[in-house]
Structure formats: structure tokens, C-alpha cells
């Protein structure tokens, strides 16, 4: 009798050495639409009302198999094979919440990422970066991450110091310590780009990450370290708001609007020496009608920079709303939308899902724990197939968390007996 065929016998390599055909992880393996913001949930025509359930089990099984063959592709000696292995990971990690799975895998997946980063060019460098980021915000705050960061911090810290290494190895992971942020963005200041002639369009988009990442960091650290990092970069950072390129300059507005609100948090009475100076600099970036610029960037720029001036000249913040589920959480502050906008980047598509059902996401912004709703509540509320199909997921992940603990403690009554 003939023996059936192995199933993972698709991820065979080909004659001759030929790299692997990687099936990238698909929006329908995620069962995730893209999200738009302050919109809810939107209908994808995959979840109409009248279609069958999911079977959570099996489908959760079919998608660990998938993740199984995604980790050993990143040990291909294939570059595109491994980074086409890097971004299907990267993009299940941002479109479900896989704790357990990654928790029984994280030693691996951290050595898969580390080799990936010493051995691989920019942008399979890059990919492994991103999903460094993601593996640490679904391991969430506890000792496993730290232990991700500690292998992986000198690695990432050593690219990102690297004068040699490509520019987009150095822009894709920078949060490591705020010194070496520092010394990265402090040379887009007029004086240090001068001195050493670093004005490329690359070094630019390099800058911005540094002072960005440099930023999110800001917001915590202790309130003695801020006043420092305030009296140090305060009156410099003015001088990027006449940078050329946009980007900068929306950068270091926002970053501006967070000083001075993190100042007056430490300080009520506050006071910058040079305010009507900065103040008529962002009207001017506010009102801006260069006929040279492009009508887009004109529109974007206008927008920030009207927010900046009421952050600094009247202490206001427009508040934002985002929806997930039945839920609604309000960005009232600058800090909470610098940490926001952090998260919705290396997220995408996924921050809503995350936000509803991510325990360390809902901690950072303190949503609480995850809210769990019955099948009655749910058709009471009036929701889409599509979001019951979340908290359907959800539920079940609970259910196989508290078999798990059930099972445990049967163990150990057998091995008393």
C-alpha cells in the first residue's frame, strides 16, 4: 500500500537548489480587514450574516501549521526565501493575537530574527527588525520580552551605530538606548549637519526615525531625566522646523507640541524665553502658501502645524476618537498620540484587533483587561458578523487557556496518586 504523502511536502526545495515557493500569509488566513480609523469595523463580504461559522479549532490548528513552516523558512539559505518567510510572520503577528504559540516558540523565533539580522542584506534586515517589534508587543511587558530585548538590543543597537550598514537597516529598528538616538538626530541641528556634511535625503529619513523613536522613549522616563532632555534639546529643536523636507519638519513640530506639554506637566509655570519667536515660525507653517510646495504637502503641513501652534501657544489638544467593537477610546494628549501613532505603524491594519484583544496594548493605553461578550449580548448590540467572529476568537482563546490550567492540575493529582 502506498504511503500517503507528508503534508508539508509543498515546502520542499526544488531541483537544483532553487529557493522554496513561499505562500505569504494572506488577509484570509488572518481573517482580518484592513480597519479603518475611527470608522469601527468595516464589513468584508467574507463575514456576511448568513454565511456558516468558522470552526475556530480547526482553523487555528491550519494556521499554526502555516506558522510552523514560516519559522523553519527563515533558516533557508535563501535571502528572498527567508525574507518572504519574515513577512508572512510579520504579518499573522500584526493581524492576531498568538501568545501561546509564540510563547512555546520565542527562543527560536529571537535566534531566527538575530541570524536573519548578522547574515541578511537591507531589507531582509529590516523585515527581521519589524518583527522583532512585533514579537515584543504580543509577549507583552513581562521578563520573556526583556529577554528578546537582551539578545536582540546589541545586535539592533550595533547595525543602527554603524556608519557602513545600509540606511534602511539603520531607520528599521532604533529603540534602544536614548544616548545613541541622540547622537543620530542631533546631526540633522544646522550646526552638526554643516560640520560633517550629512544632508542626503537617506541620512533625512534616518533622522526622523532616530527623533521619533527618541521621543516615544521620552514619554517613560522619569520626570528628572525629561527636565534634562527639555533644557538640552528645547532650543534646538526649533531650528529643524526649516528643514526641506516635510517630514522633518512635521516631526519636529509634533515633537515640540510633546516637550512643551511633558514641560508644563513638570512645570506650571513653565516659561520659554523664545516663545514669540517659535510661535510666529509655526504660524508661518500653518498659513504656509509656497507655490513650490506640492498642494498635498501644503494641505498636511497646515493641518499638523495648526495643531502644533494651539499645543504651544494655548496649552489645547484635538482630541481624537478611535473606534474598535463596541468599545471607543479618546487620544486626548500629545504623548498618548506619539505612543498611538508608534503602535498603529508597526501594526497597520491589525491595531484595532489588537487594541480590542492584546492585553499589553490595552495596559499601555489602560483600557482594562479584554471585554468578553456572550452570544446574547452580542446580537442585542446589533454588531456585524465580522466583529462577532473577533469576540467568537477570542472566547475560544479563554476556553483553551482554562482547559490548559484544568488539565495542569490533573497532572499533578496523577503524579500524587
Excluded at 452580542?378 to 458578523?385: A, G, H, V
Aim: one cysteine or more.
Amino acid at each position: 500500500m502506498p504511503k500517503p504523502k507528508k503534508r508539508g511536502s509543498n515546502h520542499q526545495r526544488g531541483a537544483g537548489g532553487q529557493p522554496r515557493n513561499v505562500q505569504p500569509f494572506s488577509d484570509e488566513d488572518a481573517s482580518i480587514e484592513t480597519m479603518s480609523h475611527c470608522s469601527g469595523f468595516s464589513d468584508p463580504a467574507s463575514f456576511t450574516e448568513d454565511g456558516p461559522e468558522v470552526d475556530e479549532e480547526a482553523t487555528q490548528e491550519d494556521l499554526e501549521y502555516k506558522l510552523k513552516g514560516f519559522i523553519d523558512l527563515t533558516l533557508d539559505k535563501s535571502a528572498k526565501t527567508r525574507q518572504a518567510a519574515l513577512e508572512s510572520l510579520k504579518s499573522a503577528f500584526s493581524s492576531k493575537i498568538l501568545y501561546e504559540f509564540i510563547m512555546e516558540r520565542r527562543m527560536t523565533l529571537t535566534d531566527s530574527i538575530e541570524r536573519c539580522i548578522k547574515k541578511g542584506k537591507s531589507d531582509e534586515q529590516c523585515a527581521a527588525a519589524g518583527l522583532a517589534c512585533l514579537l515584543c508587543v504580543q509577549m507583552g511587558s513581562g521578563i520573556e520580552s526583556e529577554e528578546i530585548f537582551k539578545t536582540l538590543g546589541p545586535v539592533l543597537k550595533k547595525i543602527v551605530c554603524d556608519g557602513t550598514a545600509s540606511i534602511q537597516a539603520r531607520q528599521a529598528e532604533l529603540y534602544s538606548t536614548m544616548e545613541c538616538l541622540e547622537n543620530i538626530f542631533t546631526k540633522a541641528y544646522p550646526r552638526d549637519r554643516d560640520a560633517n556634511g550629512v544632508s542626503s535625503t537617506h541620512n533625512t529619513v534616518l533622522h526622523i526615525s532616530a527623533l521619533l523613536a527618541w521621543t516615544l522613549l521620552l514619554t517613560i522616563c522619569p520626570m528628572n531625566e525629561v527636565k534634562k532632555k527639555i533644557e538640552m534639546h528645547l532650543h534646538k529643536l526649533p531650528s529643524l522646523l526649516s528643514c526641506d523636507d516635510l517630514n522633518m519638519r512635521i516631526a519636529a513640530g509634533e515633537t515640540l507640541a510633546l516637550l512643551f506639554e511633558l514641560a508644563r506637566e513638570t512645570d506650571a509655570d513653565f516659561f520659554y524665553e523664545d516663545m514669540e519667536l517659535l510661535t510666529e515660525k509655526l504660524r508661518a507653517l500653518a498659513t504656509d502658501g509656497n507655490k513650490h510646495r506640492a498642494k498635498v504637502d501644503k494641505r498636511k503641513q497646515r493641518s499638523v502645524f495648526r495643531d502644533v501652534l494651539r499645543a504651544v501657544e494655548e496649552r489645547d489638544f484635538p482630541t481624537e476618537m478611535v473606534k474598535f467593537g463596541p468599545e471607543r477610546m479618546y487620544i486626548d494628549c500629545w504623548v498618548k498620540k506619539q505612543t498611538y501613532d508608534t503602535f498603529k505603524e508597526i501594526l497597520g491594519s491589525g491595531m484595532q484587533y489588537h487594541l480590542q484583544s492584546n492585553d499589553f496594548l490595552r495596559n499601555v493605553f489602560e483600557l482594562g483587561p479584554p471585554v468578553m461578550l456572550d452570544a446574547a449580548a452580542l446580537k442585542t448590540m446589533k454588531i456585524s458578523r465580522f466583529e462577532r467572529h473577533l469576540y467568537n476568537s477570542a472566547a475560544f482563546k479563554a476556553r483553551t487557556k482554562a482547559r490548559s490550567k484544568c488539565r495542569d492540575k490533573r497532572a499533578d493529582v496523577g503524579e500524587f496518586f
